[in-house]
């Protein structure tokens, strides 16, 4: 224990919150398959983030994780691989309808990053990744939704325009990201991330990542998350 506590320390992790799994040094010790190892390294991850050293073994675990760490540490991976794990530990993956996986993010720049990145880790699966953005045309992206999607990348605005429309169901979403939660308050997203969180199961997994903790973004938190673990690496701004 004492060592876990001198490994965070000299890699500036502080966490909270009950039982904490101890973070890892390599991504062989994730469990992750022979198939999501290649594409790891595909990608020219060597070794995890810090970020990712201690929030991809929470994660995986199955806890609510609020991750707080700067622009640039790697935070996608650490709710990206996870997920694919979490999709493909879904019993009849082919029989259900709808995103398991929804990620929310403020702009359609971030949102499409995020495509990128979860669509290069989803494809030895042949998991479907849906873009739900402005800037694209909507009807493309209904037909997308409609023919399947295992996880969708969003805005909020764009998100809940196609759940109006009935484009897809939230029935066997379990995995819900929040992303850059604190530019989605900037950017008054505050209502449309409630109405999310609203239409998507309570024994969700949900993981909320911003790069700073407002007391905003934290009274959502303690909102929507259940017994989370909070890591935080580095020095961060309210
Ligand atoms: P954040 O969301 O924290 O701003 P990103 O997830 O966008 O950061 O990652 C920043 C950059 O680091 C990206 O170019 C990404 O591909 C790269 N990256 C992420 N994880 C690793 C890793 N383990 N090893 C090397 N590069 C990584
Ligand atoms: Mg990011």
Redesign the pocket.
């Known amino acids: 224990e004492q060592e876990v506590d001198e490994y965070r320390k000299g890699l500036a992790i502080r966490v909270s919150g009950f039982d904490v799994p101890k973070p890892i040094k390599l991504f062989e010790e994730c469990g992750f398959s022979t198939a999501l190892m290649g594409a790891i390294t595909k990608?020219?991850?060597?070794?995890?983030?810090t970020?990712?050293c201690q929030a991809l073994p929470i994660v995986l675990s199955g806890r609510d994780v609020i991750g707080i760490?700067?622009?640039?540490?790697?935070?996608?991976?650490?709710f990206v691989l996870p997920m694919i794990v979490h999709i493909m530990d879904q019993p009849e993956l082919d029989k259900g309808e709808g995103p398991v996986g929804v990620i929310c993010a403020p702009t359609r720049e971030l949102a499409h990053?995020i495509y990128l990145?979860a669509k290069k880790f989803a494809k030895p699966y042949g998991i479907r990744v849906g873009a739900v953005y402005g800037g694209v045309s909507k009807l493309d992206q209904f037909k997308e939704l409609k023919a399947g999607c295992e996880v969708v990348v969003a805005t909020p605005g764009r998100l809940i325009d196609l759940l109006k429309m009935k484009a897809l169901t939230m029935l066997r979403a379990t995995y819900l990201v929040l992303?850059e939660a604190d530019r989605m308050f900037d950017l008054g997203f505050e209502p449309q991330m409630r109405s999310i969180v609203g239409q998507i199961r309570p024994d969700r997994q949900t993981l909320l990542?911003s790069?700073t903790m407002p007391y905003k973004v934290e009274r959502l938190a303690r909102e929507i998350l259940s017994d989370p673990v909070r890591v935080t690496v580095g020095e961060v701004g309210m």
């Open positions: 990608q020219g991850y060597e070794k995890p983030t970020i990712q760490a700067k622009t640039g540490s790697g935070k996608t991976a650490a990053q990145e992303d990542f790069a």
